[in-house]
């Protein structure tokens, strides 16, 4: 699926990319196919395509990104990916505030613990994480994602020498085992099963290696599973992306108005007490109306989204890691961090 694409692209991938990725129907060992030539711009680009030496199958790189789909990908996952494709391309450009959002969410993790580290994000969306990643110095980044979004990204990331953008299935990633750090954020509850797309995630950390991810929680959530859920999968996941960029704009304005009313937040940056979602609000406060716009089509596009419940995410760290650690952040969300230890998992087994 989708192998016969575009050949006839402008295509370039950075050499050291293939130090990390994979066939994905075999996990066998990728090279340039023979119309390679070794290219272009400044010595770190190449033109061609990749072949894999097990099973021989052919991968297409498009407009500077690898196209490493299985051959038995779920066509509904394509279409989750393409629903947010409609969101990174609409709302691309990266904002200041990003990085702040980000080690918030992935918080014990800090800028240092990425610097000069091999990392894996599993599901990279236009790019914001891969950026921020890139620019705190980590030896490599290498960002996957299922859609169309790929491209987005790889178009805001290709400044970073660091930086490589792959288009693959996270439920199949089509890299090798050797990342020191592996992240997922705001991905895993958009997958059909988002215990595998954990399990996925942390199965290419080297043994030592950390692994992080924040996931929506059902805690904290409850008006959106009970109000917003049923809206989303009978009518907004289903409206075209221009129709529901213009139907969420009278909620976003609602909701930038309650935020702007009542949650400015207090000198701590915390927001008012006793309001739902105080501080998750708090933190939108200073945001622009565009950004809350983004936020509320985010909610409503997609056809998969899991509010999980601490005791379905606490089992993902129970057996092959140490040092786990599960905490609620802000209330209605879950951010996990923990070491891969396999040799733990042998023992208690
Ligand atoms: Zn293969």
Request: net charge neutral; proline share 5%.
């Amino acid at each position: 699926m989708g192998l016969d694409v575009s050949w006839n692209f402008t295509i370039e991938m950075r050499r050291e990319a293939l130090n990390f990725i994979v066939c994905p129907n075999c996990a066998g060992e990728l090279s340039l196919s023979s119309d390679a030539s070794a290219a272009a711009e400044d010595g770190h680009m190449m033109t061609g395509s990749l072949v894999c030496r097990g099973c021989a199958a052919q991968f297409a790189i498009r407009s500077g990104v690898p196209i490493l789909l299985p051959a038995n990908l779920a066509s509904f996952q394509l279409q989750t990916a393409s629903r947010f494709a409609e969101e990174w391309t609409r709302w691309s450009d990266l904002r200041d505030y990003y990085e702040q959002e980000f080690f918030d969410w992935v918080a014990p993790l800090a800028a240092r613990d990425f610097t000069h580290r091999v990392v894996f994000e599993g599901g990279c969306g236009k790019g914001r994480h891969t950026a921020i990643v890139a620019s705190h110095g980590a030896s490599a980044i290498v960002s996957l994602d299922l859609g169309e979004s790929a491209f987005v990204a790889f178009a805001h990331t290709r400044q970073f020498p660091n930086a490589h953008v792959v288009m693959g299935d996270l439920l199949n990633p089509p890299v090798r085992a050797v990342f020191d750090l592996a992240f997922s954020v705001g991905v895993l509850h958009h997958l059909p099963d988002p215990a595998a797309g954990f399990a996925s995630l942390a199965s290419r950390v080297r043994e030592g290696g950390r692994v992080a991810f924040w996931v929506y929680g059902h805690e904290g959530n409850e008006w959106i599973t009970r109000y917003v859920d049923p809206l989303r999968k009978a009518i907004t996941s289903r409206l075209p992306a221009p129709l529901l960029r213009i139907a969420s704009i009278l909620p976003a304005a609602a909701l930038w108005a309650v935020i702007k009313i009542f949650y400015r937040p207090r000198a701590d940056g915390k927001g008012p007490a006793r309001l739902p979602y105080s501080d998750y609000f708090a933190a939108l406060y200073h945001y622009p109306f565009d950004e809350i716009h983004a936020n509320v089509f985010d909610q409503l596009v997609t056809p998969v989204a899991y509010y999980l419940r601490e005791d379905e995410v606490r089992p993902w760290l129970a057996s092959g890691f140490q040092d786990a650690a599960l905490r609620s952040h802000r209330g209605y969300s879950w951010t996990g961090l923990a070491t891969v230890c396999r040799t733990k998992a042998a023992v208690a087994e």
